[in-house]
């Protein structure tokens, strides 16, 4: 005979409700770790975009100096700052030097690599004959860059350019 009163075992009802809270949770906890995992992996793509773009623009920044550095040398040697005398050389650096930014150090040197004429007046004296860039732009006449090196007269991290002038016999 069926009565209906509940079923009295103990813990019968506490485990019913265990199981369909598990039931009704589960399929909840499932979407919001996907909907976490997505999210995150659209803020992965977002931030890979954003690093792209301050990449490209980090780098077309460097392009501008570095174009902008080759106007300097450019307009230098062919106004002939190589075959001023060394005291109208200084003279003319040091002039120019409040004009140029403040990471801008030129120096005059000659055919032996010696430094004769500086905007950064402890250059003067020093040699970049076994430096490679200069080497190069000796020999073929065009602006060249060498790679990051230490500068020897401030101790920073710097990027050489050189660009060679001619002597009044039209020797580099």
């Not at 103990?10 to 999210?39: D, H, K, M, Q, T």
Request: proline residues 6%; glycine residues 6%; neutral net charge.
């Amino acid at each position: 005979m069926k009565t209906n009163e509940p079923d009295q075992r103990p813990g019968w009802s506490a485990r019913r409700l265990s199981i369909l809270f598990l039931l009704v949770a589960l399929p909840l906890i499932a979407f919001e770790v996907y909907n976490i995992l997505e999210l995150r992996k659209s803020r992965e793509t977002e931030i890979r975009l954003e690093s792209m773009q301050l990449l490209d623009q980090v780098e077309s920044e460097q392009q501008r100096i570095a174009d902008d550095i080759e106007h300097v040398l450019v307009a230098l040697t062919e106004m002939g700052i190589g075959r001023l005398s060394p005291a109208s050389c200084q003279d003319t650096l040091l002039r120019i030097k409040a004009k140029f930014p403040p990471y801008l150090a030129v120096s005059i040197s000659n055919r032996s690599g010696t430094i004769w004429c500086s905007t950064e007046p402890r250059a003067r004296g020093l040699s970049v004959a076994d430096r490679s860039y200069w080497q190069e732009a000796l020999t073929t006449g065009e602006q060249t860059n060498g790679a990051t090196l230490t500068s020897r007269t401030t101790g920073r991290p710097s990027i050489p350019f050189a660009l060679a002038y001619k002597d009044e016999n039209g020797v580099p």
